[in-house]
């Protein structure tokens, strides 16, 4: 395969990609790469302001991007922005699953221990990533399906791989996360096509408008105990920016990858890798 060859398969022109919570920092981050590989982007968040603070970031002008209302815990939403997005881009090629997140009342801490967190507040986080992971493979994957082909890609976490302390609840849904990308990768090849492939990443430590201030803080900049701590055993000794996501990314949902499925992909720096001695 020559230089040419190879560039074209990370050329999306045609192709209709849809990332949920894509209004968020790093699905936005995602939405403006694949835009700038020619791809059609369907933008869908709850905040439909924050989806579309992320167009405005978009300079391409091969692809088409669109911003739908939809909420991942609602399928009835997810539905109707799947009607929407065939109808204008005809068809769905890639699925990237960003919606997701942890919540403060799913978060021990010396003023609410293990034994107090809220049923609902436990509920939330498990709902939010793992149902908000598998109605939309449900919804969008049907049309890859019925049309053979098309790719999902979920987004896992670190946590997965080594459970962070004080977030029992989000640790858990995505170490489940994991596990049903590889269920799913299995049973659409299997049922529907081979040509139907399911991955995730699981990125590191990446300061987001949710953990910022967990990570460093508020006044001074300076990394927090646990932003420290972070740092120490990741040996590539910083954070994660959104922009180390895209290489994944882009290798994932192009034809370059085409012979891997059901894969969680560490992006962290090394921090899987570190034993801490």
Not at 6 to 33: H, I, N, Y
Not at 134 to 147: C, D
Not at 169 to 180: I, L, M, R, T, W
Request: aromatic share 8%; proline share 4%; hydrophobic share 45%.
């Amino acid at each position: 395969m020559n230089l040419e060859e190879l560039s074209k398969q990370f050329d999306f022109k045609g192709r209709s990609v849809v990332l949920t919570g894509g209004g968020g920092v790093l699905a936005g981050e995602m939405a403006c790469a694949l835009a700038g590989c020619n791809a059609n982007v369907a933008i869908l968040d709850k905040d439909l302001a924050l989806a579309e603070r992320v167009v405005k970031r978009i300079e391409s002008s091969v692809g088409q991007v669109i911003v739908v209302y939809a909420d991942v815990l609602k399928r009835d939403t997810l539905e109707k922005a799947a009607e929407a997005i065939v109808k204008t881009f005809r068809k769905i090629d890639c699925l990237i699953n960003a919606a997701g997140g942890n919540n403060p009342r799913a978060t021990t801490s010396t003023e609410q221990s293990f034994f107090h967190l809220p049923e609902e507040g436990l509920k939330f986080v498990s709902d939010l990533n793992l149902l908000g992971t598998i109605l939309p493979s449900q919804v969008f994957g049907k049309y890859m399906a019925e049309q053979k082909e098309g790719i999902i890609l979920n987004i896992s976490s670190m946590n997965a791989f080594r459970p962070l302390t004080r977030i029992p609840a989000y640790s858990a849904a995505k170490a489940a996360v994991s596990n049903f990308t590889q269920w799913l990768a299995v049973h659409m090849a299997q049922e529907y096509s081979p040509n139907i492939r399911v991955n995730a990443i699981a990125p590191g430590f990446f300061l987001t408008e949710q953990n910022q201030y967990l990570l460093t803080d508020k006044e001074t900049g300076e990394l927090t105990p646990r932003g420290k701590k972070i740092i120490e055993h990741t040996p590539m000794g910083r954070f994660g920016a959104p922009e180390d996501l895209l290489g994944a990314v882009l290798w994932l949902l192009s034809p370059a990858s085409r012979f891997v499925t059901g894969v969680v992909l560490p992006i962290d720096g090394g921090f899987a890798a570190y034993s801490g001695v």
